[in-house]
């Protein structure tokens, strides 16, 4: 049964207001980032260094009465790192699974892109299917279970780029930006008073989350909306100026974004403005725009626009 839009207001807001105690002027990112949380995601923060990408991934991991586990990602990280690895234990004759930080509810990946392919496919598995594949033996992750990753922008000194394979698993990438003057006097004040590293209080348990994320699966999405978002999705396929277009699992995460959203927002149905408003940070990244150069990623927001703009909204 789906709770009450109060009910899911105060659950909602309540973390929203932990988050923004710490990440000032940022609320309509915060709450994407709930619901890639409620529509059991995982999110890319990109941004310049010193905006807050990691600020808001420990928030929300803080908000989260949940096991947490923050990786530093760098160039010599190992998939073992993060996996974990079997350790012989002399006194059994025999070798032991010593869990990596992988195996809890949030796991905050900082600046992912520092890291080779081969560390950065490590997280595949876990990112898809809750699980990880050890020497043939499979372990089940912890739930809820989800990535909050961040990453610099592609064309920084001592990156590597993400694959298509993984920019698929995460359900949206957001950016961060500048804050505004009224918010960035706020985090000067922090530094005035000697209280900048804010404490955030968990406000939602795992169950909290779980159940939210089960009722976010009842929220009801028209035929026509659903034909709505069928349609640009295959517009992104056909369109000259994209290589390659959004793939069935994309066209799954922008159904549940929608679903959660229309939950975060305390109804029980979806409308056309979810489609709209999410489409951009859950379809940019899955592109492969023709041409290259530093303006991809705006070049991939500007076609989607240029698709909704086309796009026949359902009535």
Same mark, same amino acid.
């Given at each position: 049964?789906?709770?009450?839009?109060?009910?899911?207001?105060?659950?909602?807001?309540?973390?929203?207001?932990?988050?923004?105690?710490?990440?000032?002027?940022?609320?309509?990112?915060?709450?994407?980032?709930?619901?890639?949380?409620?529509?059991?995601?995982?999110?890319?923060?990109?941004?310049?260094?010193?905006?807050?990408?990691?600020?808001?991934?420990?928030?929300?991991?803080?908000?989260?009465?949940?096991?947490?586990?923050?990786?530093?990602?760098?160039?010599?990280?190992?998939?073992?790192?993060?996996?974990?690895?079997?350790?012989?234990?002399?006194?059994?004759?025999?070798?032991?699974?010593?869990?990596?930080?992988?195996?809890?509810?949030?796991?905050?990946?900082?600046?992912?892109?520092?890291?080779?392919?081969?560390?950065?496919?490590?997280?595949?598995?876990?990112?898809?299917?809750?699980?990880?594949?050890?020497?043939?033996?499979?372990?089940?992750?912890?739930?809820?279970?989800?990535?909050?990753?961040?990453?610099?922008?592609? *064309?920084?000194?001592?990156? !590597?780029? +993400?694959?298509?394979?993984?920019?698929? &698993?995460?359900?949206?990438? $957001? #950016?961060? %930006?500048?804050?505004?003057?009224?918010?960035?006097?706020?985090?000067?004040?922090?530094?005035?008073?000697?209280?900048?590293?804010?404490?955030?209080?968990?406000?939602?348990?795992?169950?909290?989350?779980?159940?939210?994320?089960?009722?976010?699966?009842?929220?009801?999405?028209? *035929?026509?909306?659903?034909? !709505?978002? +069928?349609?640009?999705?295959?517009?992104? &396929?056909?369109?000259?100026? $994209? #290589?390659? %277009?959004?793939?069935?699992?994309?066209?799954?995460?922008?159904?549940?974004?929608?679903?959660?959203?229309?939950?975060?927002?305390?109804?029980?149905?979806?409308?056309?403005?979810?489609?709209?408003?999410?489409?951009?940070?859950?379809?940019?990244?899955?592109?492969?725009?023709?041409?290259?150069?530093?303006?991809?990623?705006?070049?991939?927001?500007?076609?989607?626009?240029?698709?909704?703009?086309?796009?026949?909204?359902?009535?």
């Amino acid at each position: 049964m789906l709770l009450s839009a109060e009910g899911m207001n105060t659950k909602v807001s309540a973390f929203c207001n932990a988050v923004a105690r710490t990440v000032k002027g940022k609320d309509e990112i915060i709450q994407l980032a709930v619901v890639a949380l409620i529509a059991e995601g995982h999110l890319l923060i990109e941004d310049v260094p010193g905006v807050g990408k990691t600020t808001l991934g420990h928030a929300m991991a803080r908000a989260l009465s949940c096991n947490f586990h923050r990786i530093q990602f760098t160039s010599d990280l190992l998939p073992s790192d993060v996996l974990g690895i079997s350790v012989f234990n002399p006194k059994s004759n025999d070798f032991e699974f010593k869990p990596g930080p992988i195996f809890s509810n949030i796991v905050l990946a900082d600046e992912i892109n520092r890291t080779t392919p081969k560390t950065q496919s490590a997280l595949l598995e876990a990112m898809n299917e809750n699980q990880v594949t050890i020497e043939s033996c499979t372990f089940q992750l912890p739930r809820p279970f989800m990535v909050l990753a961040t990453q610099n922008p592609a *064309e920084h000194h001592g990156t !590597y780029p +993400l694959p298509e394979s993984q920019l698929d &698993r995460f359900l949206m990438k $957001i #950016e961060v %930006g500048y804050p505004d003057a009224t918010a960035e006097k706020e985090i000067l004040k922090r530094y005035t008073n000697g209280n900048h590293k804010s404490v955030v209080d968990p406000v939602l348990s795992p169950a909290d989350v779980m159940a939210l994320q089960e009722d976010s699966r009842k929220v009801h999405i028209d *035929e026509a909306i659903v034909d !709505y978002m +069928l349609q640009i999705v295959n517009s992104t &396929r056909r369109h000259p100026e $994209i #290589e390659l %277009g959004v793939s069935p699992r994309g066209t799954v995460a922008l159904f549940r974004s929608v679903q959660a959203l229309a939950l975060v927002n305390g109804r029980n149905y979806a409308l056309p403005d979810d489609v709209k408003r999410l489409v951009p940070c859950v379809f940019a990244h899955r592109l492969l725009i023709a041409r290259s150069g530093a303006k991809i990623r705006t070049d991939a927001q500007a076609i989607l626009q240029r698709i909704l703009d086309e796009a026949a909204v359902p009535a």
